[in-house]
């Protein structure tokens, strides 16, 4: 094989890999998803903490950080800033990416919706 074609093959492969990676998300059906699976807890309201802490501009933030609301340590901790694959990491599974944390989903939550959430909540909102 000449080191031109793999060359391209291995560059498509890698955009393969990107956009499998980067799995699209539907912010309409997200919210669909936030409404069944994470409302009970979350509000999207600036300052309105429920059972969990407020989700308002949660996306690019700093985990543990909202006022007025009592995290676990291990979440004041963590250190994640809330960057999409963080996000899909600790939806897909909340104690292996916070051991010792607080949030418990009521079921277990499929990749799809969980890309679709995250664009939901990746979408800015005003105060
Ligand atoms: C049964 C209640 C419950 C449900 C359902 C729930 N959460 Fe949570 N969530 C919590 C609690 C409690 C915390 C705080 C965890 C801690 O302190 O360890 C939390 C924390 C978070 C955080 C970190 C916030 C921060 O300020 O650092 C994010 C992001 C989050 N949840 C997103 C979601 C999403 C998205 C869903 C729906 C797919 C969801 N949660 C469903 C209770 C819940």
Redesign the pocket.
């Given at each position: 094989m000449q080191p031109h074609r793999s060359a391209l093959i291995l560059l498509a492969l890698n955009a393969g890999i990107a956009l499998a990676h980067a799995a699209p998300g539907d912010a309409g059906r997200g919210a669909g998803?936030?409404d069944s699976?994470?409302a009970?807890?979350?509000s999207l309201k600036e300052g309105k903490n429920k059972?969990?802490?407020s989700?308002f501009a949660?996306f690019g933030?700093?985990?543990?950080?909202?006022a007025d609301?009592v995290?676990?340590e291990?979440?004041?901790q963590s250190g994640?800033v809330?960057t999409a694959d963080r996000?899909a990491a600790?939806?897909a599974s909340?104690k292996t990416v916070?051991p010792g944390?607080?949030?418990?989903?009521?079921e277990p939550?499929n990749q799809q919706?969980?890309a679709d959430?995250i664009a939901f909540?990746a979408i800015p909102r005003a105060h």
């Open positions: 998803v936030f699976q994470c009970e807890c979350h059972k969990g802490p989700l949660s933030r700093k985990a543990g950080t909202v609301f995290y676990s291990p979440m004041k994640i809330w996000l600790y939806l909340p916070v944390g607080k949030m418990k989903l009521d939550i919706d969980i959430v909540l």
